[in-house]
């Protein structure tokens, strides 16, 4: 039985109380045999990609739109309910209101990711048809026509 086995059986059964647990036994350890376990608060390696990136369409949408609406006009906006809003309060205020709302949702989706399997999934397919409705559209108007 390996020594961080015993020591810990002792502490477990209350042969050795967990005070005893000196600097003598820590030295017995090799290093192999003390595992850490650092809590992981950001999720799965896929969970903080897909959030970032997320946040980076949200955020590269939000640039274009408004270099597409200075440049084409509010009536490019192929969103009606944004665009309405736009012609009500302005274009930046309408953007920033929009997009902001989206960012908070996008945290609070990232968030409850790491405890729902289905989210992240949705989060996945949520980055794909932002980055198809959005983000190409909005290139191809400002940079190829």
């Known amino acids: 039985m390996p020594i961080s086995h015993a020591i810990q059986q002792q502490v477990i059964s209350g042969s050795m109380m967990a ?14 045999q003390i595992k850490p ?8 390696n896929q969970q903080v990609f897909l959030g970032v990136f997320l946040i980076y369409l949200i955020l590269l ?6 270099a597409g609406i200075n440049y084409w006009g509010v009536e490019a906006e192929g969103n009606n309910l944004l665009k309405s809003l736009m012609l009500r309060f302005g274009s930046e205020k309408a953007l920033l209101y929009v997009k902001g709302t989206s960012l908070i949702l996008a945290i609070f989706l990232i968030y409850l990711a790491k405890s729902h399997h289905l989210i992240q999934k949705m989060i996945g397919l949520i980055c794909l048809l932002h980055l198809l409705v959005a983000v190409i559209p909005w290139i191809y108007l400002l940079y190829y026509i």
Do not use: M, R, V, Y
């Open 19 to 32: 005070e005893e647990f000196s600097s003598h036994h820590l030295a017995q350890l090799s290093c192999s």
């Open 37 to 44: 376990k650092i809590p992981n608060h950001f999720g799965s």
């Open 61 to 66: 949408d939000l640039f274009l739109t408004n």
